[in-house]
């Protein structure tokens, strides 16, 4: 988890950097230069503290545990690094389009970056020697573990691209599209308590006595798991957690920190606090609110574009940022929720307090993000003991934000699905264009009521043309444009991009960018085109910079 905002904040960087929020030049030798940064950083926050400037260390201390993607947003947004990518593989690395090989070449320097921040905040925290070593194994595992849902859905994209038909229709029919993305998600939810036992290096729990309590509490709580498992983290990590949703493949996991520490009966009430949050369907809830965000910021998106450049972008990172805020502001609630079904469940809230004080330190009074400080929590559950109607009343406004949240996200839901089934025949068409079958496009448009402009180009341009190679439109598209006709070159150029060709893609941005007048864009894919194409739009640029220096 502490590595998610990370992986989020490199993604809003390639996401940028394919959008064109560039600066500088293609260097990307700066790959290399750009290594010594995370540690530089890290250690100077160090050394500021060290001389008592406590505001400026804690200042640069913060950036240093994001300074593997601050450096990978100055390698992408200040070096050039996907224009040199595209340039070498030929990729067309359009995140709007199917997911390529190359797409690992352009995410490899943050992986790279982002373990020399782990290994330099190592350094900076712990001395030289077994500790040291420890705590840095431990934080890349938990990097590699959140990188993994990630590659498994490149894997899987990679795997249905190897079928055309099917990637067709996933990449141009949304539904379809929706499916194969519910599906995945789905999947992954079902395999999630495996490879999380796998990648955090979990191991049996052997004790009888705690077996028997965690028994005990499970019957009391009408709770059934697969199996609890001990979590190794070489003793850095105090914390427990239920992992999957079905009982048939859910595991309970405590950190062996949290063993070593605690009480048998300290450990059953921690057992019943996590169970409380399975009981109380947290994750669910959280789901639930989670595709409302998505799906609405999504539906927002899509109803701004075109009202300022950016603005769907926008939309969707203040979606985000929203999302993350009413995250935590739940995860804190939801945290006494679980505290007060694990008081009720043991009888007593006096083992779970004293587990979270032993695990607070001296931190008690500090909260975090997701969850509040061991003093705020072991008074609620003090009052909470104390007023029973207080505590109903608590519980309740909790029940009605779960209530909200599954009525919001059946709502943005059903006008998704709705749309959906709208796009469809509109959709079809657009894939039997990309799969050159423009005999079926032109059937299919001619049942569509009001087809959209662009799509009834294309269709018309592509009548009769069957026999047709990407390569061969490529070229009617060269020739259009020599000929002065700009909207047939369009039309033939997007119709081999459609059909995957990666020049034509590389021809559609460049002449997308000179309508737009954007010459730094045009300039920056001129060398990705192919030589006839880079001659004759190389000398419209030329000619329009002479124009605005004249």
């Not at 200042?59 to 070498?88: E, I, P």
């Not at 983290?233 to 949703?245: H, R």
């Amino acid at each position: 988890m502490a590595h998610l905002p990370h992986l989020l904040l490199a993604v809003l960087v390639l996401t940028l950097a394919e959008a064109g929020w560039t600066w500088g030049p293609v260097a990307p030798w700066a790959a290399a230069l750009l290594v010594p940064l995370p540690h530089l950083i890290v250690l100077s926050g160090r050394n500021l503290t060290g001389r008592g400037a406590f505001r400026a260390g804690l200042l640069v201390g913060t950036l240093g545990r994001f300074s593997g993607a601050l450096v990978y947003a100055l390698l992408m947004l200040g070096c050039g690094w996907l224009s040199w990518l595209r340039a070498a593989t030929g990729a067309a690395l359009d995140l709007d389009g199917w997911p390529e090989p190359a797409l690992l070449y352009a995410l490899a320097p943050f992986v790279l970056y982002e373990a020399l921040s782990i290994d330099a905040q190592s350094r900076s925290a712990w001395p030289p020697g077994r500790e040291r070593g420890r705590w840095r194994a431990f934080q890349l595992r938990m990097f590699a573990t959140a990188l993994v849902p990630g590659l498994l859905f490149y894997a899987l994209a990679l795997a249905v691209g190897s079928v055309p038909w099917l990637r067709v229709h996933v990449e141009q029919v949304q539904l379809a599209g929706a499916v194969f993305l519910v599906l995945l998600l789905v999947g992954m939810m079902v395999q999630l308590p495996t490879l999380l036992t796998v990648s955090w290096r979990t191991r049996a729990l052997e004790d009888p006595e705690l077996q028997a309590l965690f028994a005990e509490v499970s019957e009391r709580a009408g709770f059934r798991a697969r199996r609890v498992r001990v979590w190794e983290t070489g003793n850095l990590v105090a914390n427990a957690a239920i992992v999957g949703l079905l009982p048939s493949r859910r595991d309970v996991l405590l950190s062996d920190s949290l063993v070593a520490q605690l009480e048998p009966e300290e450990l059953a009430a921690v057992f019943a606090h996590e169970v409380g949050h399975s009981r109380c369907n947290h994750v669910p809830t959280f789901l639930a609110w989670a595709m409302a965000f998505m799906l609405g910021g999504n539906l927002l998106a899509e109803l701004a574009d075109g009202l300022f450049p950016g603005a769907g972008l926008v939309i969707l990172g203040a979606t985000l940022a929203a999302w993350l805020l009413a995250f935590g502001w739940m995860s804190r609630r939801f945290e006494l929720q679980a505290d007060l079904f694990a008081m009720r469940t043991t009888g007593s809230g006096r083992p779970l307090i004293m587990a979270l004080e032993k695990v607070g330190g001296n931190l008690r009074d500090i909260g975090s993000w997701r969850h509040f400080g061991t003093s705020r929590r072991a008074a609620f559950l003090v009052r909470a003991a104390a007023d029973k109607l207080w505590a109903w009343r608590f519980e309740q406004r909790l029940f009605r934000i779960g209530t909200v949240g599954y009525g919001a996200f059946a709502l943005v839901a059903l006008i998704q699905v709705v749309l959906l089934f709208r796009a469809l025949p509109e959709d079809r068409t657009w894939a039997a264009l990309a799969l050159g079958d423009y005999e079926a496009a032109a059937r299919r448009i001619e049942r569509l009521v009001d087809p959209e402009p662009a799509l009834a180009g294309l269709v018309s341009r592509a009548a009769g043309h069957d026999a047709l190679s990407p390569e061969d439109e490529l070229e009617r598209g060269l020739r259009a444009v020599e000929a002065g006709e700009s909207d047939a070159a369009k039309e033939w150029v997007a119709l081999a991009a459609l059909r995957g060709d990666r020049s034509a893609r590389h021809v559609a941005r460049v002449l997308d960018a000179l309508e737009r007048d954007d010459l730094p864009v045009a300039m920056d894919g001129l060398w990705l085109l192919p030589r006839a194409w880079r001659a004759l739009l190389g000398a419209e640029v030329t000619r329009r910079l002479a124009a605005l220096d004249a």
